[in-house]
């Protein structure tokens, strides 16, 4: 019998108040009402007023944690023997004698032991050893403040005072006011008591704060592959030398996509700009499409990436290279849903952000790497290093990513790639889904390349202050009967060579090469080559002047590396010869002949060789 049924209760019934008379079993309480009807009443169905329900002594709330398996063992003997000893109808005082000493106890304190057992409906935690709380705070209500306001004011600041100055400007102010300072242990403890979140955000920024946020929520997820897919950029930790040259040109940028469903790679790129509408519109090609002309291309027959298709939501931040127009462009023309990430929350796109955290350890382990940061990187010197080119890092990151793919991922439980053709074999899926969405290849990357709009003149279109013109135009000139109206012109930065232009009538595109043939040149070479034009002032901003002043420019580097390749190998010729010729005695002193000290002596370091800027054009 519970409390709560005990004789005389006063209880609710059947929307009516009635009085427990007994228990007549598990499912029936004996209920009579003021009019001396009694019912037999379901517990289940008996509710119990507030009023009604026996008042105990409230009890605090049990953090088990903070007890061993020992003491919930010995709580558990303890409870169980006083149970024993209450169930006895006719209980002794031999046996209140005994259960004493097995208790360890007096047997005045089994008494009472029996009558808190029989309040509390013989709970464990009455028998648990008694742990104290911590003791109240025992300063001055004055000093109290004056340790918040320092706090607040002296130690919660970015400038990120430390414990002994915060206790230095505490005793200050005590002082001030008259009363003496508390110890720096208080003054510790005061600070641990202080919200952590709050304090490390004041002192250390929101950023580092983040970590201490507790994260609520969960990914939605996908139930297919290319349901979801999370496309992010980062700047590669590996320094890369040019293909030919071998000469150190910097840091790449490279940029990943990776489906929610069964976290395989759909594609990657690398590049030598920093991260653009180029990087990502290059990914979300080499995503999309197959991939094994790519793979013979760069003699990675033997890897095995059976991977194209579309994604129904594309999941990225807020960087301006995803926000760009050639993006959206290629998300509108293909009916791709966005989901942009919250600023300041990666772990929105914790799958991306692991994926590329996996892919940059990797890479530590190559040559030439710059390491996540200077801590980690020691001594080491990143560019003496270097050693791979940008198309030998695309061969290592293809094969890191094929191992990825083929090992057992702990968020899935599986293989991603196993899971990513298991889900295409299930017998109860439709046979037009069985294969995913193959995307036009043509023009797949041109639909997300950066565009402008341009106007069709009689001398053809105008874009960076360069003429573009094609026989066929003539079509498009004709249809809109020799009048001037803006058309779609993509173009690539890498190349400005070729620009293309969507055909109204087929939504097709047009190749359009310049109108006068010339020297090719990037997007970043016409800019620089403009801005140099307008530090000059110079008036001619013709094209010719403009093609002139990038080969100008070409002109100049290829000087500067020839001279730097004459000189090195003037300087390793010197040092072959000093290293393999006799040491000869002059015949009127009879000493060895005095070394120029200008050239290198046998075994001693050359020069660093001169590192060429960066170059803008990379011949891949």
């Known amino acids: ?65 903070r007890y061993s ?4 063992a010995e709580a558990m003997r303890r409870r169980d023997l006083l149970a024993t000893l209450a169930s006895k109808p006719s209980r002794t005082t031999a046996d209140v004698a005994a259960a004493a000493t097995s208790l360890g106890v007096t047997p005045r304190r089994v008494w009472g032991l029996l009558r808190r057992s029989l309040l509390h409906d013989n709970e464990i935690a009455q028998f648990l050893p008694v742990r104290r709380n911590a003791r109240t705070k025992r300063l001055s209500t004055g000093m109290e403040a004056i340790i918040r306001q320092a706090i607040d004011q002296h130690y919660a600041k970015h400038t990120r005072p430390s ?24 003054i510790s403890a005061r600070v641990r008591a202080c919200d952590q979140l709050w304090l490390v955000r ?51 940028t490279i940029t990943f996509a990776i489906d929610i469903y069964s976290r395989v790679v759909l594609g990657f790129s690398v590049s030598l700009q920093s991260a653009s509408t180029i990087t990502v519109a290059t ?24 991977v194209w298709g579309k994604p129904v939501v594309l999941e990225y931040d807020q960087g301006p290279e995803h926000e ?29 952000e692991r994926l590329i955290g996996t892919m940059m350890q990797r890479i530590h382990e190559r040559r030439g790497t710059t390491f996540s940061n200077v801590n980690e990187r020691g001594d080491t010197e990143p560019g003496e290093l270097a050693c791979l080119s940008l198309p030998q890092i695309e061969q290592i990151v293809a094969l890191e990513i094929d191992r990825y793919n083929h090992s057992t991922r702990d968020g899935i439980g599986d293989r991603p790639l196993d899971r990513y053709l298991a889900y295409y074999r299930r017998p109860d899926l439709p046979d037009n889904q069985r294969v995913p969405h193959l995307l036009p290849a043509e023009r797949l990357l041109l639909d997300f390349l950066p565009y402008e709009c341009r106007r069709l003149v009689r001398t053809g279109f105008r874009l960076f202050r360069v003429d573009y013109s094609s026989r066929d135009l003539v079509a498009m000139w004709q ?11 993509v173009y690539d930065p890498r190349s400005l060579a070729t620009v293309w232009v969507v055909d109204d009538a087929t939504e097709g595109y047009i190749a359009v090469p310049y109108r006068v043939p010339s020297t090719d040149m990037t997007l970043a070479e016409s800019q620089a080559a403009r801005r140099r034009l307008r530090t000059l002032k110079t008036n001619d901003r013709t094209e010719a002047r403009l093609i002139e002043s990038v080969l100008q420019v070409r002109a100049v580097e290829e000087r500067g590396r020839t001279a730097t390749s004459r000189m090195r190998a003037e300087r390793s010729r010197q040092a072959r010869r000093t290293a393999t010729a006799p040491a000869t005695r002059d015949h009127a002193t009879g000493k060895p002949p005095s070394v120029d000290s200008s050239s290198p002596r046998p075994g001693s370091r050359l020069p660093p060789a001169v590192i060429e800027p960066f170059a803008d054009v990379e011949d891949l």
């Not at 300041?344 to 991306?352: A, L, Q, R, S, V």
């Open 163 to 186: 414990l002994q100055s915060l206790a230095g400007e505490i005793a200050g102010r005590c002082k001030a006011a008259g009363i003496d300072p508390p110890s720096t242990k208080a």
């Open 479 to 489: 249809r809109q009967n020799q009048k001037p109206i803006k058309r779609i012109v």
């Open 283 to 306: 990914c979300l090609a080499h995503a999309c499409l197959p991939k094994q002309g790519w793979l013979a291309q760069r003699d990675l027959t033997g890897v095995h990436w059976p």
């Open 69 to 72: 398996e020992a003491e919930w």
């Open 1 to 65: 019998m519970t409390p709560q049924f005990a004789a005389g209760a006063v209880v609710e019934y059947a929307g009516g108040q009635w009085r427990v008379q007994r228990p007549l079993g598990v499912e029936a309480i004996l209920l009579r009402s003021d009019t001396g009807e009694e019912v037999s009443a379901d517990p289940l169905k008996i509710r119990l007023p507030e009023m009604s329900a026996p008042i105990t002594p409230p009890r605090a709330p049990i953090d088990e944690l």
């Open 324 to 352: 760009a127009k050639g993006i959206q462009r290629g998300l509108r023309l293909h009916g791709i849903t966005t989901k942009v990430r919250a600023k300041g929350h990666p772990e929105h796109h914790g799958t991306i």
């Open 202 to 252: 004041r002192r250390e920024g929101p950023g580092k704060a983040r970590s201490l946020i507790l994260l609520t929520g969960a990914h939605p997820g996908a139930s297919a592959p290319w349901e979801r897919v999370q496309i992010d950029s980062t700047p590669c930790d590996i320094r890369l030398v040019r293909h030919e040259e071998r000469t150190v040109i910097g840091r790449p």
